[in-house]
């Protein structure tokens, strides 16, 4: 019985998932947010479960990538289409029409071809979970931005449109070019060869893990003080102490 347990885990963040692309769908960005927090949790958890009751399975790791496809592979590319669209003032819409009451009927429909560079990311994140799945080096580390940090990024950015009330932020945030290059930036950096730190913590010494202690105590400093402009600045900062940790270990 116990061995169902974390893929009963992980199928909570399918759910999740699944929940968040709907909500992101219909543009009510703060829910999709929630619940692609809330799958990444499921996430951390069926993981440690796992490894607490012993029962980790080749089914159990296709099982959390699947899951991961979903929360942090799809909905980032959903929201980065809905960016992309709203940074063209109006160049896309849909246009419903109903004949019969209960059915809905496409009669036009004007996409631009813009929005859709978003699902790159959609892309990206499945390239880089198949190649989580058969790569055996990155147990204590990650060879490339992690998914769910990737999904963090790029949902905090319409709450920040949201929220920071910031008229120089929602300028850089809704121009196509930084949203494109940004889509372009998130997508290599999945793939990319940077080794970046795991908050896996074997024992509770500083010593053994004080990048790990230094990365959460910066963060949440920043939280506290920066609030959701803080996340972009908290996934920079992760890249940056990873690939300077990396240097000097090599040195």
């Not at 980065?80 to 059915?103: K, P």
């Not at 500083?206 to 996340?231: E, Q």
């Not at 972009?232 to 940790?245: D, K, N, R």
């Amino acid at each position: 019985m116990k061995r169902h347990i974390p893929n009963f885990i992980t199928l909570l963040n399918v759910f999740c998932g699944c929940v968040a692309a709907v909500f992101a769908v219909l543009n009510q960005m703060e829910l999709a947010a929630l619940f692609v927090f809330l799958g990444i949790v499921f996430d951390f958890l069926d993981g440690m479960a796992a490894r607490v009751l012993n029962v980790k399975s080749e089914l159990g790791l296709q099982l959390d990538s699947l899951a991961d496809m979903i929360t942090s592979g799809l909905v980032p590319g959903i929201v980065m289409f809905q960016l992309l669209g709203m940074s063209m003032n109006g160049g896309w819409n849909l246009d419903f029409h109903s004949e019969v009451a209960g059915d809905m009927i496409w009669t036009g429909m004007k996409i631009a071809p813009l929005p859709f560079v978003g699902f790159l990311i959609t892309m990206a994140s499945a390239y880089r979970l198949a190649k989580f799945n058969i790569d055996e080096n990155q147990a204590t580390s990650f060879v490339g931005l992690p998914t769910p940090a990737n999904a963090l990024l790029i949902l905090s950015l319409p709450l920040i449109l949201m929220y920071q009330n910031s008229e120089f932020i929602n300028g850089i945030l809704t121009n196509q070019w930084f949203l494109i290059g940004l889509t372009l930036l998130s997508a290599y950096l999945l793939n990319s060869n940077v080794e970046l730190f795991a908050l896996k913590f074997k024992n509770m010494s500083f010593k053994d893990n004080a990048l790990r202690y230094i990365f959460i105590l910066v963060s949440l400093v920043l939280l506290v003080t920066m609030k959701l402009l803080a996340v972009p600045l908290i996934i920079l900062f992760y890249i940056l102490s990873s690939i300077i940790s990396g240097f000097f270990q090599k040195g």
